[in-house]
């Protein structure tokens, strides 16, 4: 007596199987690699820090006309887990709301995690120290209290530094984001004698 035989499922219904199947995987492999991404890989904005700012030299012309040399040291931390390229990056200075000062900044690359230190110094060409428009705060009197000598009385200007840093960090050799950073400062400034007394960023 011979044994019924069984009945094999048609080719097609295996192969959808296997389909859906391999889909499901796939969509469980995109979203645990996109929280990842998003967790541990997510690419964040550098940080810029403004350690001092200099005039290493200052003269004033017929009370009216004003020209410096202008030096910033700054800091910039990249917190992301792979290397920050950065390009296309300036410094501006900025009185009454002009520009009166420009430097472009040479693209370069900071290591994952690191800290990298730029020294910026450019000279900045003669303008009105009393410029048309200029608000009160950008030139008037001060009080400055100084340990050594006192108090000291005397004019004032107000310039602005304005830096911003613009790249890419590529995530996994495959994602790339671009990243920028971006540093505004108040530089006050002794017309007397071109120190600076003091930066708010």
Avoid at 36 to 51: E, M, Y
């Amino acid at each position: 007596m011979s044994k019924p035989r069984q009945q094999k499922p048609p080719p097609g219904r295996t192969n959808l199987a296997s389909c859906v199947v391999a889909t499901i995987f796939l969509v469980f492999v995109a979203i645990v690699v996109l929280i990842v991404f998003f967790t541990v890989f997510k690419p964040n904005d550098p940080k810029i820090s403004v350690n001092s700012v200099q005039l290493p030299t200052f003269s004033v012309a017929n009370s009216t006309t004003v020209n410096f040399t202008f030096s910033q040291y700054v800091s910039v931390k990249n917190p992301n887990r792979a290397s920050f390229a950065h390009y296309d990056s300036t410094l501006q200075l900025l009185y009454a709301g002009n520009q009166v000062g420009f430097m472009f900044i040479p693209a370069g690359k900071i290591r994952a995690g690191g800290t990298q230190y730029m020294a910026a110094t450019f000279s900045v060409q003669s303008f009105p120290l009393y410029a048309a428009g200029a608000a009160p705060d950008n030139v008037g009197p001060v009080v400055v209290t100084d340990g050594s000598n006192g108090l000291r009385v005397g004019p004032t200007m107000e310039i602005e530094s304005r830096m911003q840093m613009a790249g890419r960090v590529r995530v996994l050799h495959f994602f790339s984001h671009n990243v920028e950073a971006v540093s505004d400062c108040r530089v006050a400034i002794s017309v007397t004698d071109g120190s600076v007394l003091g930066f708010h960023c």
